[in-house]
């Protein structure tokens, strides 16, 4: 029995990466990859490299400033299985859209024996930030370019009254069912405040964050990369060089929105994008050009590294000492 559980526990990470893999490939057509082959062939590398290379040093960062949510519950995660959940995470979400928190918490539950809630409350908590600082570069976006993104908004039927009443209606569902989530004893139930109590406790170790100064160094870090990685593309076209850091905000900010709405942006993130950047007069083939190939070297990163940790994580994990915890 214990040589088989730690066969499945070597082969079902692999065989899960092999079936993550397939998903993504398959969630883009042979248009697509064509087009994407296309434009890769034409473009300057170095910048394609240069921008891959901010998008690993924003993973790694990620995963180091994982450590600061964790120590205030008393649990510490290796550097080495941290950034290897994280890319596991990214890759999952391109088969799978948000399915890679999950598989996250389960991974440093695994590898590091923290509780899963409350590594997926730390990971919530996270999330939280990074909603924080997306909303800081949305108001960075409308207060210089606020014409130009209200008109893309306009176009994609954008509703203020949508979003006012998703939010009345899951007001209305709380207060409904606030007293008898209270009251209720029964063992399903228990769990799940047991579960969001946990998640509750990852939240709050936003608070009790000892080194405030570092974390909040690896979360501006961690946009200045996301935005660096996009910048720095400009030069693989064209028709966008001549685009100032200022102009090319609103694409990063509305292509950025995009990421969640299908696997990982593709299709719909270089339609965003060369919308966007039509505003400026570039041609709908520039603007695909551009977003496409950020799309691709970025998904690029993602599935090389995400594969190579499914493979790595357990090989790594047989020979490191159980870190203790808890």
Do not use: C
Not at 14 to 22: K, M, N, S, T
Not at 231 to 251: F, Q
């Amino acid at each position: 029995m214990g040589s088989l559980k730690n066969i499945l526990k070597t082969t079902l990470p692999l065989g899960i990466g092999v079936f993550f893999i397939f998903l993504t490939l398959k969630n883009t057509t042979a248009e697509e990859q064509n087009i994407i082959l296309g434009y890769m062939k034409k473009t300057d590398l170095k910048f394609v490299i240069l921008s891959g290379l901010f998008g690993v040093l924003s993973h790694l960062s990620r995963a180091y400033r994982w450590n600061f949510l964790l120590h205030p519950l008393g649990y510490h995660a290796r550097f080495i299985n941290s950034i290897l959940a994280v890319l596991i995470a990214y890759i999952s979400n391109l088969g799978i859209p948000r399915s890679g928190e999950f598989l996250r918490a389960t991974t440093i539950s695994t590898y590091e024996k923290i509780p899963f809630e409350k590594g997926f409350g730390t990971i919530i908590a996270e999330r939280i930030v990074d909603l924080v600082m997306l909303i800081i570069f949305i108001l960075l976006a409308l207060g210089l370019q606020f014409d130009l993104i209200w008109n893309v908004l306009e176009q994609n039927n954008f509703s203020f009254s949508k979003l006012i009443l998703i939010g009345t209606v899951l007001l209305i569902v709380f207060f409904l069912l606030r007293g008898p989530y209270k009251r209720g004893t029964h063992p399903l139930l228990i769990k799940i405040k047991q579960f969001i109590a946990g998640l509750m406790e990852g939240i709050y170790s936003l608070k009790n964050i000892k080194n405030k100064g570092a974390f909040l160094f690896h979360t501006l870090f961690i946009w200045f990369m996301y935005f660096a990685m996009f910048y720095v593309i400009k030069w693989t076209v064209p028709e966008t060089k001549s685009l100032t850091a200022i102009a090319m905000l609103p694409a990063f900010v509305i292509g950025g929105l995009t990421i969640s709405a299908t696997n990982g942006g593709v299709g719909i993130y270089p339609f965003s994008v060369a919308l966007v950047l039509s505003a400026y007069g570039i041609s709908n083939e520039s603007g695909l050009a551009f977003g496409w190939i950020m799309w691709s070297a970025q998904t690029a990163i993602v599935i090389l590294f995400g594969s190579l940790s499914f493979f790595i994580l357990p090989l790594i994990n047989q020979r490191l000492k159980p870190e203790p915890n808890g």
